[in-house]
């Protein structure tokens, strides 16, 4: 066969195909088209060509598919001999579903990580360079913070009782768990369903010291999901001894100390390498609950809280009875320190301020003159504390926040909660709540410097701005009214209209940020109403504005900066930025003519100062979440606010009421025995006594006509309580006896 062909033989395939009989017509064509002397001259037709390049191509694909085809089938018939059926189906199709749900769980364990990372970019050991010794203004010591200044003891030289002590109590399983002890958390689930309350914490020593290190104590489930992710990032990163010697030194332990080795030293007067079995047990007491167990505050609760700790020690077998009963029977004594009570939430907000200023001159251990008044402090903390216990359970709050500034821009108290052992979380300064009306002043200053004055008339009446239809507190429209009239009454419907016919929002937003807001404010057209979430820090640094005459860049808490040696590294008038100006002074002056009347005539009665001129507003939120009365003299500027952490809604309390009480009570004892400065634009201090009764009278005949209106608005009706009330005495007088003469009138008198 081979021989008769003439050529050599061709393996199976070599020219078989459509393709190569498709390719060998086309190249046989052209050959033909180049060698002939008839298609030489003229050349064949374009039409010849791509007909032949076409019938290629098409060979080509058909073949491509025809071989796909194939190939699909071969595959099909390989995994033909896995399929399952029955019992083992369903088990096949239960893995399957869960491989789905866990790659679409990664995906959102993912997304729910980044923003948890994110805490940890930067250097976040920084805090550690930093020591710093705080004076109040007039000199005296009132804490400290920082590591270097406590010379933390390494976890090798620490008594094995004492991490023991702390290990059987907060973590026991410290050693076994990758950041999160899901075991833990189980027995911590059913003591406290056995109990029937909260006896155990889930939260392991890692999650702690996350919290600690990145986070706050907001109780909100973004932070639980943080806290676990950054738990797991520390295990990652650091070694077991790593992260608990991080939590001892971190720790708030009561008194104002951080870290168990200034613990020790200020309860018992000794270093932690001299505690002894009782201590230690005390000490590790205090992790969870500082407040409630701190010795010089309560030390029969904290020897009671120390037995358990020795309790925790037997079980977790990490010690006999025999090894805990002389520390049971001889609990631990404390360093007499008196009522010493450190401003906390004060030098939290202090010691940030300390190391963004010590930072770029590369000092780390310092000493700290402050603008703290312990005298003011108190005075804050007392009232807060008075009207949350005295109507608190009333109002249906539960939590309040106080910053108070003297017109120099010193910042002399802050109150970020309650009790800084039970939350460390600073409502003053960190928390992010809505400021409703007490926005307001912004969108009236901007609209002073755009050429109005307070008896400008604007209407207030129904508005609409892109489907948006804000209504008034009392749902009812007053036609025209003059600027002043708008922010006394706090009209909503005014500050709209101006946003929207005459200001925007832009320059709203941009002049509450150059006032000293540093809180984030969304511009959107609800923001003029105050939706967008401001600091208690934030609404005092702003307000006081109108208290200096219209210059920003004035509040600071730290005055020196000195080494341990006495040298000043930094001074608040030598160094600091200087003020600059936002407002005009007429702006200024229309402003405060206009605010000093809202605790006269307005919503403010209530923080209205004996026989002094304030000016300020109120702000309440939507469902009253949230509280305010920011208000000022010529001498302090001072905001209040009040509500809940978990941002229920109060009974129906507005900034009116208990916030501008609040307010009265810490301004009128700040205010006794100084000179009183004019509020700028107003020239006398002092209430004009004639002015201030004609204003009272005004207002209650403006709400005599209102109520008027509204009773001839309704027929005429008897109460509910009166009917039933009738209806009674009908029946009685019908069951009741005939009786004459001289009982009749007995048996009236005794219905």
Not at 80 to 92: A, E, L, M, Q
Not at 213 to 232: D, G, M, P, Q, Y
Not at 628 to 652: E, I, K, P
């Amino acid at each position: 066969m081979g021989k008769q062909s003439g050529g050599r033989g061709r393996a199976p395939g070599e020219d078989g195909g459509g393709a190569g009989v498709a390719q060998k017509a086309f190249v046989g064509v052209l050959g033909r088209m180049e060698k002939s002397p008839e298609t030489r001259r003229p050349k064949a037709p374009r039409a010849t060509v791509f007909l032949a390049l076409d019938a290629w191509i098409d060979s080509s694909l058909y073949e491509a598919g025809f071989k796909a085809g194939q190939a699909w089938e071969s595959i099909t018939i390989f995994f033909r001999r896995f399929r399952v059926h029955g019992f083992k189906r369903g088990v096949f199709e239960v893995l399957s579903e869960g491989f789905t749900m866990g790659a679409a769980g990664s995906v959102v364990l993912l997304a729910l990580a980044m923003p948890a990372f994110e805490e940890t970019a930067g250097d976040w050991r920084t805090q550690d360079d930093f020591a710093v010794t705080f004076l109040d203004r007039y000199g005296n010591e009132i804490g400290r913070r920082g590591i270097i200044q406590r010379d933390a003891v390494p976890i090798d030289e620490m008594p094995d009782h004492v991490i023991k002590a702390v290990l059987a109590t907060e973590d026991r399983r410290f050693f076994e768990h990758y950041g999160i002890d899901i075991a833990g958390l189980a027995r911590a689930m059913t003591e406290n369903v056995r109990a029937n309350s909260v006896v155990q914490g889930g939260s392991s020593i890692t999650q702690q010291l996350a919290k600690n290190l990145f986070l706050s104590n907001e109780r909100t489930v973004e932070r639980k999901v943080k806290e676990a992710f950054l738990a797991i990032w520390l295990e990652t990163n650091l070694s077991k001894k790593e992260i608990l010697q991080l939590y001892l030194d971190r720790a708030y332990m009561g008194g104002g100390t951080f870290g168990i080795a200034a613990a020790a030293d200020f309860y018992f007067g000794k270093p932690v390498k001299d505690l002894n079995l009782a201590e230690a047990a005390m000490l590790a007491g205090l992790f969870k609950a500082p407040a409630k167990y701190a010795p010089h505050v309560n030390l029969p609760a904290a020897r009671a809280r120390a037995n358990q700790v020795l309790t925790n020690l037997v079980d977790a077998g990490f010690m006999t009875e025999g090894q805990v009963l002389s520390a049971r029977l001889a609990p631990a004594d404390i360093v007499d320190r008196g009522k010493q009570k450190a401003p906390d939430y004060f030098l939290d907000w202090a010691f940030d301020e300390a190391k963004r200023i010590a930072g770029p001159i590369g000092i780390r251990s310092m000493v700290a003159k402050t603008t703290f008044d312990p005298n003011l402090e108190q005075a804050a903390e007392e009232s807060l504390e008075y009207h949350l216990r005295q109507y608190g359970k009333e109002y249906g709050v539960s939590e309040g926040a106080i910053v108070m500034i003297e017109t120099n821009g010193a910042v002399r108290a802050i109150v970020g909660g309650r009790d800084y052992g039970a939350s460390q979380f600073n409502r003053a300064t960190k928390a992010l709540r809505q400021t409703g009306s007490s926005f307001k002043p912004y969108v009236y200053a901007a609209a002073m410097e755009a050429g109005f004055t307070p008896k400008s008339v604007v209407s207030d009446g129904p508005i609409n701005w892109g489907g948006w239809s804000p209504k008034n507190y009392g749902r009812s429209f007053s036609g025209r009214v003059t600027l002043t009239d708008a922010l006394v009454r706090s009209i909503n419907t005014v500050p709209v209209r101006l946003a929207k016919d005459h200001l925007s929002i832009t320059p709203i937003v941009a002049l509450a940020h150059a006032m000293g807001v540093e809180s984030e404010i969304e511009p959107f057209k609800t923001s003029v109403l105050g939706t967008s979430g401001m600091t208690v820090m934030d609404q005092a640094t702003g307000y006081s504005v109108f208290a200096e005459n219209g210059m920003a860049g004035m509040r600071f808490g730290i005055s020196q900066l000195l080494t341990h040696g006495g040298e000043v590294a930094w001074d608040h008038d030598r160094d600091a930025a200087p003020p600059h100006r936002v407002l005009s002074e007429q702006a200024v002056a229309s402003m405060n003519t206009m605010l000093v009347q809202v605790p006269e005539r307005g919503t403010a009665r209530r923080a209205a100062l004996p026989g002094i001129r304030s000016g300020g507003k109120t702000g309440t939120t939507q469902s009253y979440r949230d509280a305010w009365y920011v208000g000022f003299t010529g001498n302090y500027t001072a905001a209040v606010w009040l509500g809940n952490d978990d941002f229920t809604a109060t009974r129906n309390m507005t900034g009116g009421s208990l916030p501008a009480m609040v307010w009265q009570r810490l301004m009128a004892y700040a205010h006794q025995n100084i000179d009183l400065k004019p509020i700028p634009g107003i020239d006398n201090p002092f209430v004009d006594a004639e002015v201030a009764a004609k204003a009272v009278e005004a207002e209650k005949k403006r709400e005599a006509e209102a109520e008027a209106a509204a009773a001839a608005a309704r027929p005429p009706t008897l109460s509910s309580a009166t009917t039933r009330y009738l209806r009674d005495l009908s029946g009685l007088l019908r069951s009741a006896p005939t009786v004459t003469g001289p009982a009749e009138p007995e048996t009236l008198s005794s219905l």
